[in-house]
T-cell receptor, first 113, second 111 residues
Framework: AAGVIQSPRHLIKEKRETATLKCYPIPRHDTVYWYQQGPGQDPQFLISFYEKMQSDKGSIPDRFSAQQFSDYHSELNMSSLELGDSALYFC????????????FGSGTQLSVL | AQTVTQSQPEMSVQEAETVTLSCTYDTSESDYYLFWYKQPPSRQMILVIRQEAYKQQNATENRFSVNFQKAAKSFSLKISDSQLGDAAMYFCAQGAQKLVFGQGTRLTINP
């Protein structure tokens, strides 16, 4: 079965650079969620989209933005990167009105040097 | 505000035995779901089991079952016949759309 696809798997950036993370949800899933998991921590909700509109917002810095496109894939844009942004970034998808199960991608490991 | 608490940072069990991981939560929502996710060293988040809050019957998935006590806001995970491949970090999570996670319990399986 198709899963949530995230790219890239690993990303290394310098401070103050920008990064773009991509997420391709499971086919027919209409909702995408972004989570940030720091070292040794639990995942923290950043932002979600339903049918290409932002549906909820968590602890996402103003330096970050995200959107969901017409093909339901989503991109997380991160600017002015800081050392503290180093983390594993997960994307998850679900189908609203379906079984409401969130399925996670393998994550993008971002290292800011 | 939603909170999820896992009071056991680490647990260990002998292979083939049974272990129970604890989780308590707090929410003002009336309709929500509870989840257990497994995160092995690969750091992939794998859905283990899900419980709908409106269902009284406890969810079961093969060797994994839950004890859902809604009034006590408790949601424990029981792993029967533990296998070496069960070793991982286990996260309890609660929510209707976005999820709030607990701090995790690292499970070690002793051969």
């Amino acid at each position: 079965a198709a899963g949530v696809i995230q790219s890239p798997r690993h990303l290394i950036k310098e401070k103050r650079e920008t990064a773009t993370l991509k997420c391709y949800p499971i086919p027919r899933h209409d909702t995408v969620y972004w989570y940030q998991q720091g070292p040794g921590q639990d995942p923290q909700f950043l932002i979600s989209f339903y049918e290409k509109m932002q549906s909820d917002k968590g602890s996402i810095p103003d330096r970050f933005s995200a959107q969901q496109f017409s093909d339901y894939h989503s991109e997380l844009n991160m600017s002015s990167l800081e050392l503290g942004d180093s983390a594993l970034y997960f994307c998850a998808s679900s189908r609203r009105g379906g079984d409401e199960k969130l399925f996670f991608g393998s994550g993008t490991q971002l290292s800011v040097l | 505000a939603q909170t999820v608490t896992q009071s056991q940072p680490e647990m260990s069990v002998q292979e083939a035995e049974t272990v129970t991981l604890s989780c308590t939560y707090d929410t003002s929502e009336s309709d929500y779901y509870l989840f257990w996710y497994k995160q092995p060293p690969s750091r992939q988040m794998i859905l283990v089991i899900r419980q709908e809050a409106y269902k009284q019957q406890n969810a079961t998935e093969n060797r994994f079952s839950v004890n859902f006590q809604k009034a006590a806001k408790s949601f424990s995970l029981k792993i029967s016949d533990s296998q070496l491949g069960d070793a991982a970090m286990y996260f309890c999570a609660q929510g209707a759309q976005k999820l709030v996670f607990g701090q995790g319990t690292r499970l070690t399986i002793n051969p």
